[in-house]
């Protein structure tokens, strides 16, 4: 490019720029307004006699946390490292008390300027030690809620290989539906954990639409890649790309179920951890259901299925030992739009079979795959 051409592009960001700083300046139209504080409180711990709450300034000012109180009784209390923090900074707040299992406890933080930020905990639970043991117990909670039940599902590929090609479709598209339905499903997650943990300011649904977005342009590149217009690797390419949609989703359900655990919710119950297995055997189906005129992919086959299994383990792990409201988001965001964008590349991939799109074994297959993800969910 030309010098003049840079030029052209420099003068509206100088410009722009200029802009803003007479805004935000001292003789800006915002001079004298004061903007208020505000922290998050992303985690309480009850560990031993003493409650620890992880907190995180959210707001646009630097803070200092002055007090802390349970049920409005202010308590001594130390921060770690210190109780000076800058924007997004975190800290701990360390509050001796001699609290009491499955109790309900209000949590207060007190920054300042006297303004008190609360958290209110249902019921007191001890804090999860993070050691193999416990790391044992989310691994084998994730394997059963990810990896045996795509595993079990994907058993159905001899009975799909006997089909005809129409009805092959029906369950092309009944992938579609899954994928659909987790696309939504994770989407939602991803905005209540936002409603309910993450201040204004950090814009919590737009993350969840910027990390949607991503993955599925992402995803989108990928898949141009990897899938071919005809072939064995077309139909290898669109098992992947599903084995990959239903992995990142499967990351963002065991960051739930490894919070849940470590937080000592009713979550981690035989039954819900049933209804789990029951809702993701499905996710088995959509990963066989391309390669249903495919020859030897047993070995293949099995790499599908840790690709799609296993990060229920990792996020597991992740959820237990370290989890983020904001990190949640983020991956529940991403798995829904990697969860849609794989079910348009099924989509491309049924339009190509007798009838298109339009075939009533496809649309017939796209209402079973939704029918029966809701059932799945709600029937434990």
């Known amino acids: 490019m030309t010098p003049r051409v840079v030029a052209a592009g420099l003068v509206p960001l100088v410009l722009v720029a200029g802009l803003v700083v007479f805004i935000t300046g001292p003789g800006g139209i ?3 307004i004061d903007p208020l504080p505000e922290i998050t409180i992303e985690r309480v711990d ?3 006699s003493e409650v620890r709450v992880v907190v995180r300034n959210t707001g646009s000012i630097p803070v200092d946390i002055v007090q802390g109180d349970i049920n409005d009784r202010i308590q001594p209390s130390a921060v770690e490292p ?3 923090l800058e ?11 001699a609290w009491n299992e499955a109790e309900p406890y209000a949590i207060g933080v007190t920054v300042h300027d006297g303004t008190r930020f609360e958290r209110v905990v249902e019921a007191a639970a001890p804090a999860v030690p993070a050691d193999l043991e ?3 117990l989310l691994a084998l909670a994730g394997t059963y809620m990810g990896v045996i039940p795509v595993f079990i599902g994907l058993a159905w590929l001899p009975f799909i290989r006997r089909l005809s090609q ?4 029906f369950f092309l598209a009944l992938t579609a539906g899954l994928l659909l339905f987790i696309g939504v499903d994770s989407a939602e997650e991803a905005l209540e954990v936002s409603a309910e943990n993450l201040a204004g300011s950090m814009n919590g649904a737009l993350l969840a639409l910027v990390s949607a977005g991503c993955a599925f342009l992402a995803l989108q ?5 990897l899938v071919s217009t005809a072939g064995s690797g077309s139909a290898m390419g669109a098992a992947l790309m599903v084995s990959v949609g239903i992995g990142l989703h499967n990351f963002g359900e065991g960051l739930a179920l490894g919070a849940a655990i470590s937080l000592g919710s009713a979550v981690f119950s035989t039954y819900l951890l049933a209804g789990f297995a029951m809702h993701n055997t499905t996710e088995g189906i959509a990963i066989a259901s391309p390669l249903a005129g495919q020859g030897r992919v047993a070995r293949r086959l099995a790499a599908l299925g840790v690709i799609a299994g296993f990060p229920a383990v990792l996020g597991a792990w992740a959820g237990g030992f370290a989890y983020s409201p904001i990190s949640s988001v983020v991956f529940l965001a991403v798995g829904s739009g990697a969860a849609f964008q794989v079910a348009v590349t ?4 049924v339009a190509r079979g007798p009838g298109g799109l339009a075939s009533p074994y496809v649309c017939g297959g796209l209402a079973a795959g939704l029918v029966i993800m809701y059932v799945t969910s709600i029937v434990l």
């Open 166 to 169: 129409k009805r092959i479709s």
């Open 134 to 136: 416990q790391a044992g």
């Open 346 to 349: 099924v989509a491309r991939w």
């Open 221 to 225: 590149y990928v898949s141009g890649r």
């Open 82 to 84: 210190d109780g000076h």
């Open 87 to 97: 924007r997004f900074e975190t800290a701990i707040l360390r509050i001796p008390y």
């Open 46 to 48: 009850f560990v031993e």
């Open 30 to 32: 915002t001079a004298g």
